[in-house]
């Protein structure tokens, strides 16, 4: 099974609608990342979580929310959807323990569209 | 300027070419570097870290020269199976604690032909 799982992995939705992107992780990491992907943007950070109750926003946290439910839980909302945030969204955790504390382990990702 | 950057490519080239890829940073206290790999439509794994002497893992040498804020990555004896996109990565530290918090070149494409 994938240390890191996204749901939905795929979806189609309408402005205005109210999203929610869950990731969850059994790595039993403490920092916890949502990205988006946009072609020729790269991966931009949009919150991120350095322990259950730790949240922060990353440079593109705008018409985004996200909660911390547990320390294996990460959900990310759009409140009201909007075409402009059609894109790839991936979540990621990493752990200060180890020796590459940097290094990141990210979810499959969830295509959203919006129309 | 972007933090990050990197020549998108695309790369093209033939089995057992050598191929290298170059990035830029703009910020200066930046104190981890790595090459992160992505298939498409798949999620970006780690490649390697890239350490100040230069480090090889394989037919893989990462290179970074901090007074020029430039990192490198040598693909050598090119497979059909490096064909994806490389991502250079930069992170950064405030007050001797590291914030976990990567920051991603837009990606460069390479594709290896037989």
């Known amino acids: 099974d994938a240390d890191v799982t996204q749901t939905p992995r795929n979806r189609i939705t309408k402005t205005g609608k109210r999203i929610m992107l869950e990731c969850s992780q059994t790595k039993g990491h403490d920092r916890m990342y949502w990205y988006r992907q946009d072609p020729g943007l790269g991966l931009r950070l949009i919150y991120y979580s350095f322990d259950v109750k730790d949240i922060n926003k990353g440079e593109i946290s705008d018409g985004y929310s996200v909660s911390r439910q547990a320390q294996a839980k990460f959900s990310l909302s759009l409140e009201s959807a909007i075409p402009n945030q059609t894109a790839l969204y991936f979540c990621?955790?990493?752990?200060?323990?180890?020796?590459?504390?940097?290094?990141?382990?990210f979810g499959p990702g969830t295509r959203l569209t919006v129309l | 300027r972007k933090e990050v950057e990197q020549d998108p490519g695309p790369f093209n080239v033939p089995e057992g070419a050598t191929v290298a890829f170059n990035c830029t940073y703009s910020n200066s206290a930046s104190q981890s570097f790595f090459w992160y790999r992505q298939d498409c439509r798949k999620e970006p794994k780690l490649l390697m870290s890239v350490y100040s002497s230069g480090n090889e893992d394989g037919r893989f040498t990462a290179q970074l020269n901090r007074a020029s804020q430039y990192i490198s990555l040598l693909i050598r004896d090119s497979k059909l199976s490096d064909s994806a996109t490389y991502l250079c990565?930069?992170?950064?530290?405030?007050?001797?604690?590291?914030?976990?918090?990567?920051?991603f070149g837009q990606g460069t494409i390479l594709t290896v032909h037989p």
């Open positions: 990565v930069v992170a950064g530290y405030a007050g001797g604690t590291s914030y976990g918090k990567l920051t």
């Open positions: 990621a955790t990493s752990d200060l323990s180890s020796g590459f504390d940097n290094e990141q382990f």
